[in-house]
């Protein structure tokens, strides 16, 4: 007869160890200390063999049946349960044995390899230490979405709430990756989507009344500070590139003759080349700049080495010291006083204005039919720019 909860309480320990069944080769041994082990006798490839589900009644009977149901079906698969469960196991322990920690460097080597640039690597690592702090020595498949949220939650609870934004995508990444490798079943992130205070999107100050531009454009000028400072100033209002592009921009970019700055992929956000046509002012801050820094690499070079570019607060604190303050311009801003005038002026087709800022379109069936450069017109572009900046400084006097 079948086994019940009630005869399973019943059974007595004796001197040797004896077995009671169950149906379909499920069965306890009752050993003489009184232990009940489940155990399931089956046939696989002609050979009897035992499979064991552990102890009544931590494994209820309910469970034990559960578990040889699950082993037939592996058996009508042609498959031996034995050995699945055996490898299973194995499975187990490499997961438990890949923490958080080990697949945040496979991440991070993933970036390398991809060519991410320098400071996309670092902020991408700079996010994982801190929940490499919370949960990095934990087996990556035994965090759980509770953990994940508790990091973030104490990010947020500094009020940085785009870094708790980025962080979970960070985290999230490099779950997914242990996914794709068999080291995790889900992203404990995915269901966090909604969990987080969604920040407020904030754009980087920036002039755009022309009076005021002229005003800080004669304040460039005149600035007392390096000239060196004050060049990469008056090169970032002509050519509005990123202020990375241009403190890490080096001589062997530019081509004064041809009036060509080539941007190489591995410094541009899009990992694409770059070509910014120079008007005359930039080809003459050029020059002058090369007097002063053309005997090293970098155009712009850090004011305590020549081997290092331009540190990215020197822009901005020479900003503050000429009394415009974070909430009015930053060295980020000129992009968008360029992007702004120049769209209002409504003389310039909008995708050369992109084009000059390096923007890619995020509509990819749109990009796959503008690929041109707007060359020619962004040449004019330039030196129509460079005119506008150069009337704006002369009506501040």
């Not at 578990?67 to 469960?85: F, S």
């Amino acid at each position: 007869m079948p086994l019940t909860d009630a005869k399973l309480r019943t059974l007595k320990p004796k001197d040797k160890p004896y077995k009671v069944g169950d149906f379909q080769g499920l069965y306890v041994t009752v050993t003489p200390t009184g232990s009940c082990l489940w155990h399931l006798k089956y046939r696989f490839e002609g050979r009897e063999k035992r499979l064991s589900f552990g102890m009544y009644p931590e494994v209820s009977l309910a469970d034990a049946r559960r578990q040889r149901d699950a082993a037939r079906a592996v058996l009508a698969r042609g498959e031996d349960p034995g050995e699945v469960k055996k490898e299973a196991k194995r499975a187990s322990a490499v997961r438990d044995a890949e923490t958080f920690k080990k697949q945040a460097e496979v991440y991070k080597a993933k970036l390398l390899a991809e060519n991410k640039a320098p400071a996309t690597r670092d902020k991408a690592a700079w996010l994982l230490d801190m929940a490499l702090a919370e949960f990095g020595d934990l087996p990556i498949s035994q965090i759980t979405a509770p953990m994940v949220l508790q990091c973030l939650r104490k990010v947020e609870a500094k009020g940085n709430y785009e870094t708790a934004k980025r962080l979970r995508s960070k985290i999230g990444a490099v779950f997914r990756l242990a996914i794709a490798s068999g080291l995790a079943e889900t992203d404990p992130t995915y269901p966090l989507r909604d969990a987080l205070i969604r920040p407020q999107a904030k754009h980087r100050a920036a002039i755009t009344d022309p009076k005021r531009l002229g005003e800080l454009l004669r304040a460039i000028d005149e600035f007392h500070g390096q000239a060196i400072t004050r060049i990469g100033l008056q090169l970032l209002a002509l050519l509005a590139p990123r202020p990375g592009e241009l403190r890490q921009a080096k001589w062997e970019e530019f081509d004064l003759e041809a009036a060509i700055w080539t941007v190489p992929a591995e410094r541009m956000k899009m990992r694409r080349p770059h070509r910014v046509p120079l008007p005359g002012q930039a080809v003459t801050l050029l020059r002058d700049l090369s007097s002063l820094t053309g005997s090293g690499a970098f155009v712009l070079p850090s004011l305590v080495s020549t081997q290092r570019p331009m540190s990215e607060n020197t822009l901005n604190t020479a900003l503050r010291r000429m009394g415009f303050g974070a909430d009015e311009m930053t060295s980020h801003g000129f992009r968008a006083t360029f992007s702004t005038i120049a769209n209002e002026s409504g003389l310039w087709n909008p995708d050369a204005i992109e084009r000059a800022l390096a923007h890619v379109d995020k509509n990819a069936v749109r990009r796959a039919y503008t690929r041109g450069e707007h060359w020619d017109e962004r040449v004019r572009l330039a030196e129509w720019w460079a005119g506008f900046l150069q009337e704006a400084r002369a009506k501040s006097g």
